[in-house]
């Protein structure tokens, strides 16, 4: 089922619905400013799992975080020192994903050698309705393991969608992967170039 919300102005009564869906352990696909990802609330397993069955993914296969803003972001990371904090102002809310060291806050099944990769998308959906359940959605991208990404919500209701429990359409994305850049070390280092420049 495709579900239609306004790009600029969401309804909350679809914000409703889709915070209801993912609260009941849904798996949804949702547009974000980079690509379409799949998505559930961080802390459903189940859920998660469904993810990783649906893609044909490794599960050993980290994903990232998709956060509202800064305050829930630092949630699910250790204390930041100054500069690297610096660093994440200039690089959200935008098209980039910070691998960071992860708090307990995250789950061990979102690890990868204690790092997390953490995005706060130009995406008012996205931040909304994180805001509204209260915790981060996954993100990653909307495909087959292996297959490139599906852009439309009509693609992906033809592919995928009697998998997914709903489709998200608001307005397509850009195209393009973020850019992912490791923030675990002195120097930040650039570990995928996507839509985000670097150096910035």
């Known amino acids: 089922m495709i579900l239609t919300i306004h790009p600029q102005n969401p309804q909350s009564r679809h914000m409703d619905q889709v915070?209801?869906?993912?609260?009941?352990d849904g798996v949804i696909a949702y547009p974000t400013d980079t690509l379409y990802g799949l998505g559930c609330l961080v802390s459903r397993k189940k859920a998660v799992d469904r993810i990783h069955a649906m893609k044909g993914r490794d599960p050993k296969k980290p994903m990232s975080i998709l956060c509202a803003d800064m305050e829930m972001l630092c949630r699910y990371t250790r204390h930041l020192e100054t500069p690297t904090f610096r660093i994440l102002k200039q690089m959200f809310p935008g098209p980039y994903t910070a691998v960071?060291?992860?708090?307990?806050?995250?789950p061990r099944y979102l690890q990868n050698k204690r790092t997390v990769g953490l995005r706060i998308p130009d995406h008012k959906f996205c931040r909304d309705i994180t805001r509204l359940v209260g915790e981060p959605i996954i993100t990653t991208s909307c495909n087959l393991a292996g297959q490139p990404p599906l852009g439309?919500?009509?693609?992906?209701q033809e592919?995928?969608?009697?998998?997914?429990?709903l489709v998200v359409d608001?307005?397509?994305p850009a195209g393009l992967a973020s850019t992912v850049i490791d923030l675990t070390g002195d120097e930040p280092v650039l570990l995928r170039q996507g839509a985000g420049p670097w150096p910035m």
Do not use: K, Q
């Open 19 to 24: 915070a209801d869906l993912l609260m009941r």
């Open 170 to 172: 608001c307005g397509d």
């Open 159 to 165: 592919e995928l969608g009697h998998l997914l429990d």
């Open 100 to 106: 960071l060291p992860c708090s307990r806050e995250v």
């Open 152 to 156: 439309t919500s009509w693609e992906i």
